[in-house]
């Protein structure tokens, strides 16, 4: 039998909500509630919808910019609106819009049907290509770059088969991140995904907890258990912080490795597994090898395939993208809205050398969301990102400038409280008022 397709209607009106769902559930189509565009994202990203029936006029965010957001994310879902103004000047933006169709309030069951089945046999004929995109767990991952086109192509081209692979980069970078993409994109997605930080679990239980122990292995083994590799079974297993996996366990993951089994703690009978292995690091492997602290046989079983995934200050081109994205998510999150960016802030954020990376990105634009007013400036961004500019005549401005700046700087620590500021800056209210006109 056919599976159900889904369909997303969004609607801050309880009533047009429930009546939908029950034209559609009688059509036998199945069917997500959501009565803000925010609630319709989040079900967007866990869900596969293959219709978007929505309203416009909504608090927040409108049903528009819903449209917009989805046609520029998910292309081939179709989308309907549904309008209360049919004036041809709503019908044109609308349309515009992306959306693939609309109907007008207050609809018949007949005309939402036509509507529907219209909308649907429309993603019919582009339902191969839909397919493949939603297969992409790189969804998730914003890169055009050309340092960043090549950590894609490599993705693509080990994503299908079992290759042990090693993720190298800085901190933040996006290590897990291209882990979680080779298997989520590639034909083994539905095993499990197991992450393991390698540096975060105690010397001593690591071994235990990859491979597994027997009962009565050692004092507190009351029974057999299963580690992370019987766990990814099938599937992928992420070794996070490989550099510090202790030697011990160095042994035996390079056993795993090559014989494709692993054996219990305590127990003698290795165990045939199929786990693909990605490794990741941010410290220098080959170091490691010179300093006998990593083994360099299992060195070379790890760099199979080896990916370097760029720093953020070598593929800056993908700093606004990064940035768009971010106040979309966050935007949604703690504005309920789509949040902008001023062109002076944008070129700050271009301008930094980001050492922490998409981590380091990611934080400050969260930040300044928070921060802002649906717009995110200059005022919004960390001091230590504003007065860092990489020429050194560029760093140097007028007293005036500075004087400025500090000013800002220290009415923002203040909370905008003149008092308190005038005090710091040991100069008088009145004074404060002068200067800041
Ligand atoms: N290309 C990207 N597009 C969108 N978000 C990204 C991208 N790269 C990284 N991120 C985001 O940046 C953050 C850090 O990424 P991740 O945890 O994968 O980095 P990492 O290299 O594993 O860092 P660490 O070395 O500190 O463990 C995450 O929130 C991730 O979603
Ligand atoms: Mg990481």
Same mark, same amino acid.
């Given at each position: 039998?056919?599976?159900?397709?889904?369909?997303?209607?969004?609607?801050?009106?309880?009533?047009?909500?429930?009546?939908?769902?029950?034209?559609?559930?009688?059509?036998?189509?199945?069917?997500?509630?959501?009565?803000?565009?925010?609630?319709?994202?989040?079900?967007?990203?866990?869900?596969?919808?293959?219709?978007?029936?929505?309203?416009?006029?909504?608090?927040?965010?409108?049903?528009?910019?819903?449209?917009?957001?989805?046609?520029?994310?998910?292309?081939?879902?179709?989308?309907?609106?549904?309008?209360?103004?049919?004036?041809?000047?709503?019908?044109?933006?609308?349309?515009?819009?992306?959306?693939?169709?609309?109907?007008?309030?207050?609809?018949?069951?007949?005309?939402?049907?036509?509507?529907?089945?219209?909308?649907?046999?429309?993603?019919?004929?582009?339902?191969?290509?839909?397919?493949?995109?939603?297969?992409?767990?790189?969804?998730?991952?914003?890169?055009?770059?050309? @340092?960043?086109?090549?950590?894609?192509?490599?993705?693509?081209?080990?994503?299908?088969?079992?290759?042990?692979?090693?993720?190298?980069?800085?901190?933040?970078?996006?290590?897990?991140?291209?882990?979680?993409?080779?298997?989520?994109?590639?034909?083994?997605?539905?095993?499990?995904?197991?992450?393991?930080?390698?540096?975060?679990?105690?010397?001593?239980?690591?071994?235990?907890?990859?491979?597994?122990?027997?009962?009565?292995?050692?004092?507190?083994?009351? %029974?057999?258990?299963?580690?992370?590799?019987?766990?990814?079974?099938?599937?992928?297993?992420?070794?996070?912080?490989?550099?510090?996996?202790?030697?011990?366990?160095?042994?035996?993951?390079?056993?795993?490795?090559?014989?494709?089994?692993?054996?219990?703690?305590?127990?003698?009978?290795?165990?045939?597994?199929?786990?693909?292995?990605?490794?990741?690091?941010?410290?220098?492997?080959?170091?490691?090898?010179?300093?006998?602290?990593?083994?360099?046989?299992?060195?070379?079983?790890?760099?199979?395939?080896?990916?370097?995934?760029?720093?953020?200050?070598?593929?800056? %081109?993908?700093?606004?993208?990064?940035?768009?994205?971010?106040?979309?998510?966050?935007?949604?999150?703690?504005?309920?809205?789509?949040?902008?960016?001023?062109?002076?802030?944008?070129?700050?954020?271009? +301008?930094?050398?980001?050492?922490?990376?998409?981590?380091?990105?990611?934080?400050?634009?969260?930040? @300044?969301?928070?921060?802002?007013?649906?717009?995110?400036?200059?005022?919004?961004?960390?001091?230590?990102?504003?007065?860092?500019?990489?020429?050194?005549?560029?760093?140097?401005?007028?007293?005036?400038?500075? %004087?400025?700046?500090?000013?800002?700087?220290?009415?923002?620590?203040?909370?905008?409280?003149?008092?308190?500021?005038?005090?710091?800056?040991?100069?008088?209210?009145?004074?404060? +008022?002068?200067?800041?006109?």
């Amino acid at each position: 039998m056919l599976k159900k397709e889904n369909i997303l209607l969004v609607d801050d009106d309880v009533q047009i909500l429930e009546l939908l769902q029950r034209h559609l559930k009688a059509m036998d189509y199945h069917t997500f509630k959501a009565v803000s565009v925010k609630e319709a994202l989040f079900i967007l990203k866990d869900t596969s919808i293959d219709l978007l029936i929505t309203d416009i006029n909504m608090p927040g965010v409108d049903g528009i910019q819903l449209v917009k957001y989805v046609a520029e994310h998910y292309p081939q879902m179709p989308k309907l609106v549904v309008t209360g103004f049919p004036s041809v000047a709503d019908a044109l933006s609308v349309i515009q819009s992306g959306a693939t169709d609309y109907l007008t309030k207050p609809f018949t069951k007949t005309e939402l049907e036509t509507a529907v089945k219209k909308a649907m046999a429309l993603s019919g004929r582009i339902k191969s290509t839909k397919n493949q995109t939603r297969a992409q767990g790189h969804a998730d991952m914003i890169g055009a770059s050309a @340092a960043f086109q090549e950590v894609t192509e490599i993705i693509e081209r080990v994503k299908d088969n079992r290759a042990t692979i090693l993720v190298r980069g800085e901190s933040g970078t996006g290590k897990e991140l291209v882990a979680r993409a080779i298997h989520y994109s590639g034909k083994y997605a539905r095993a499990p995904f197991v992450a393991v930080n390698c540096g975060a679990i105690p010397e001593n239980l690591l071994e235990a907890e990859l491979f597994g122990y027997k009962k009565g292995a050692f004092t507190g083994a009351t %029974e057999q258990r299963n580690g992370f590799f019987q766990a990814a079974h099938g599937g992928t297993l992420f070794l996070d912080e490989i550099g510090n996996a202790p030697q011990s366990v160095q042994a035996k993951l390079l056993r795993a490795l090559q014989e494709k089994e692993v054996t219990k703690v305590g127990s003698r009978k290795p165990e045939q597994l199929e786990v693909r292995v990605i490794a990741a690091t941010n410290t220098d492997l080959e170091e490691a090898i010179g300093k006998k602290t990593f083994r360099e046989d299992l060195y070379y079983r790890l760099t199979v395939v080896s990916i370097s995934v760029p720093p953020v200050r070598d593929r800056k %081109e993908d700093i606004p993208l990064l940035v768009q994205r971010f106040l979309e998510k966050y935007g949604v999150e703690y504005k309920d809205r789509f949040v902008r960016i001023t062109p002076k802030a944008l070129a700050v954020l271009e +301008r930094y050398s980001w050492p922490g990376n998409v981590r380091e990105l990611e934080n400050v634009v969260q930040r @300044a969301i928070i921060m802002s007013d649906g717009e995110v400036d200059v005022e919004h961004l960390p001091n230590s990102l504003k007065y860092k500019i990489p020429f050194p005549e560029q760093g140097l401005v007028s007293l005036r400038e500075k %004087e400025r700046q500090y000013l800002q700087e220290v009415l923002m620590a203040m909370e905008g409280n003149k008092t308190k500021a005038a005090k710091i800056l040991g100069i008088d209210r009145k004074t404060l +008022r002068e200067k800041l006109r």
